[in-house]
């Protein structure tokens, strides 16, 4: 096959390699903010439902971040 | 059963909506269901294609094409299985003006090129999944008698236009009588369909707008409301099976106009102390200025492009699992091969995509609050008080 076809397929390869390693962003961020939010709750348990909201809508943010990764994936795997 | 205002105004329309589909998808029936032309589509490529989707069609389709066909926006809504509603395509074809017509005038039900002839000078293709010298999948092109390609612009109602249609007339309806309905009790606690959404205004009002924003919040109240229910709606409609798979906010189309009002009216409320902070911040040495006012200017175009990309990805992401773990059990099942190994991987497959749906379901609520309490946040700065 021609080197620029090898190139292209390639190239979506990588882009599940991609999406792979948003994934891993996605699941340490959020998984540092479930820790926190733990250890928190664990130290001060009246603030338990405050410390709730703030982890959901910080684990909404960052995974704003992680998914920005996988939608460059996505175009790239499928166009 | 009681029933309330909105419940008794959404049944007295409901006919009106479900007639209107119904009679599409009769029209649909008669026009150009021609089972000769199923077995045309010279595009599907030798994919060692495992999908088991035996529809009229009898096509083999990879699990990649079945998900994007769900997730991409088209110019009818496929209901259930074979029924096939088609919806009005609005066209402006250069030279030959405004065309209207309903997109069953496109032959065949398949998944390859649909074509329409117009007049005798043009020639309209609804390009399917696999179309010729890099067309887009969906998109119409036209060609006239010579074979010269025409410019068409598409301003057709397709999917996603119809369930916003949709969702704007649920939301208009249901304010309307909430509203109403508070007018004609005045001074009693909300009963009904007003119960339930005062819970979620008040919730609005008093821990987003107003920590946010402050003495100010009233002004923005209607447009973070507004936004807040569009895209809780939107969302949730399109987590309902079976009706056509809707994915109005995981389209970028409209999560940028979202974004772009959201930059609109930060803008045009910015008061002297924000653009202050933007361009110059108080108290911080030239030199760091020089690297300041940059980033914040960034900043301003990023946010709102940031607020777009969230959202669309959070909820197009939660359409692909949900879909990719339906698809597995096709692609394991080896297209109705190994029935045994297809049902073992159904049960894991189903219990995994029930718990996705509940996921699913909180996102939906949770990236319409996420993005009504960034709004609030940046309308909040740009009415900033100076704090000295």
Do not use: C
């Amino acid at each position: 096959m021609e080197l620029l076809t090898i190139l292209l397929e390639i190239g979506q390869g990588l882009a599940g390699l991609g999406a792979g390693a948003a994934a891993i962003g996605a699941g340490i961020g959020v998984g540092r903010i479930g820790g926190s939010a733990v250890e928190a709750m664990a130290r001060q348990p009246e603030a338990a439902g405050d410390i709730r909201s703030t982890m959901i809508v910080a684990a909404a943010l960052v995974e704003g971040v992680a998914l920005f990764g996988v939608i460059v994936s996505l175009l790239v795997a499928l166009g | 059963m009681k029933l309330g205002r909105f419940s008794k105004q959404l049944m007295k329309l409901a006919p009106i909506f479900v007639s209107a589909l119904f009679v599409g998808s009769v029209s649909a029936q008669d026009h150009g269901h021609d089972h000769g032309d199923h077995h045309d589509s010279p595009n599907t490529e030798a994919h060692a294609a495992h999908g088991a989707h035996h529809d009229h069609d009898a096509e083999p389709i990879t699990a990649g094409t079945f998900i994007t066909n769900h997730i991409a926006d088209a110019h009818d809504i496929h209901w259930l299985g074979d029924v096939h509603i088609p919806l009005p395509v609005i066209l402006n074809v250069e030279g030959h003006g405004l065309q209207v017509f309903m997109s069953s005038a496109f032959e065949g039900h398949g998944h390859g090129d649909r074509k329409f002839a117009l007049s005798e000078e043009v020639l309209l293709t609804l390009h399917g999944e696999h179309p010729a010298d890099g067309q887009n999948p969906g998109s119409i092109s036209a060609v006239d008698a010579n074979g010269n390609h025409l410019e068409v612009l598409d301003l057709s109602i397709t999917k996603s236009v119809f369930g916003l249609l949709f969702i704007l007339t649920v939301m208009v309806l249901l304010f309307r009588s909430v509203a109403k309905s508070y007018a004609k009790r005045p001074g009693r606690a909300p009963q009904g369909m007003s119960n339930l959404m005062e819970t979620l205004i008040v919730f609005l009002r008093d821990e987003v707008a107003k920590p946010s924003i402050g003495k100010e919040a009233d002004r923005f109240m209607p447009f973070l409301l507004t936004v807040f229910f569009f895209i809780f709606f939107s969302n949730l409609l399109g987590l309902i099976p079976f009706i056509g798979g809707f994915n109005i906010t995981g389209t970028l189309g409209v999560t940028i106009v979202l974004a772009s009002l959201v930059f609109a009216i930060t803008t045009i409320n910015g008061n002297k102390e924000y653009w202050m902070h933007v361009f110059a911040m108080p108290g911080v040495p030239k030199w760091v200025l020089a690297i300041l006012t940059p980033i914040e200017i960034i900043g301003l175009f990023l946010k709102p492009i940031v607020l777009m990309i969230r959202l669309t990805a959070n909820i197009t992401a939660g359409h692909i699992i949900i879909l990719a773990f339906t698809s597995l059990i096709f692609i394991f099942s080896k297209g109705g091969e190994s029935i045994g190994v297809g049902s073992g991987i159904g049960v894991f497959s189903t219990a995994f995509m029930i718990f996705m749906y509940m996921l699913e379901l909180l996102v939906a609520f949770l990236q319409a609050y996420v993005f009504t309490l960034l709004a609030a946040l940046y309308f909040g700065d740009a009415r900033q008080e100076a704090h000295h």
